[in-house]
């Protein structure tokens, strides 16, 4: 339990903490990587590409096969995919 003082009165703080959003959190973890402010921007993007291309489900509940079937309509699209962009996306999902 959290307490609060004021004026010298202990009281139980009433506000629990907010669990971060899982975006919020890769942006921390790219951070303490020391990874480049670009890498932090490309992995945010495509996480959230990612996670609208699949009704916004989070990508815990998503697999191989969810990343399969996104770089296949990235790919049927006509957006051009490199092989190292590729290994960023799953590495950004994963």
């Known amino acids: 339990m959290r307490l609060v003082s004021q004026n010298s009165v202990v ?5 629990a903490p907010t669990k971060k959003k899982l975006l919020d ?3 921390d973890l790219i951070r303490v990587k020391h990874y480049s402010l670009r890498t932090e921007q490309a992995y ?7 996670i609208l291309f699949h009704g916004k489900r989070h990508p815990r509940e998503m697999g ?3 990343i399969e079937a996104f770089l296949t309509h990235l790919a049927v699209k006509g957006e051009s995919v ?3 962009a590729k290994s960023g996306i799953q590495c950004a999902v994963v």
């Open 64 to 66: 191989r096969q969810e």
């Open 25 to 27: 959190e890769v942006r």
């Open 11 to 15: 009281k139980p703080a009433t506000e």
């Open 44 to 50: 945010v993007q495509w996480i959230r590409r990612y």
């Open 82 to 84: 490199s092989f190292y």
